[in-house]
């Protein structure tokens, strides 16, 4: 693999990072479980609502967003916010492209962040997985992230009929 350059993200990567994410997100998303369980969620499937939460962290008064390119190719994005007054700095989103997955290139994102997250003098960074998601549970350990709780995530579908009362 040719050596990656990680840049701010601009207005034309939007769609390329959108799509990235989803393909990254497919089979470890919490959008996507509610859909498999539920069925579509106000008329959209998952791809529609994680498309949607990409450009929530676009468009975050604290976001900064991470594009790795090779050869002027967006093969890979992290999503960031940072918390001044908390002294947290929260990924909300990591993806990269599946044709070069396994090469690093996760880490590399992670390690720009954790550099951002500490340029801007934050003290802590928070980063979350599913229990699916075995990439996440080894990558970030890996990179210096302890494991501090787990969350069940519950849904319900609140159309007429449906709901328990």
Known sequence: MMQPTIRDYCADDLQRIQAITISGFDGVSIAQNIHNQLGPVGGHDWTWHKARAIEDDVEHPQAAVFVAEIDHQV???????????????????????????????????????????????????????????????????????????????????????????
């Not at 990591?94 to 500490?118: E, I, M, N, P, Y």
């Not at 802590?124 to 890996?142: R, S, V």
């Not at 494991?147 to 519950?154: F, G, P, T």
Request: aromatic share 4%.
């Open 75 to 165: 093969v890979g994005v992290i999503t960031t916010r940072v918390d001044l007054e908390s002294g947290i700095g929260l990924i909300p989103n990591l993806a990269v492209d599946a044709s070069v997955q396994g090469q690093g290139l996760g880490r590399k994102l992670l390690q720009h962040a954790l550099a951002h997250f500490r340029a801007c003098g934050l003290t802590t960074a928070h980063i979350e997985t599913l229990d699916q998601n075995p990439i996440g549970q080894h990558l970030y350990p890996a990179v210096g992230f302890r494991e501090v709780a787990r969350q069940i995530h519950y849904a319900q579908d609140l159309t007429a009929g449906n709901a328990s009362e």
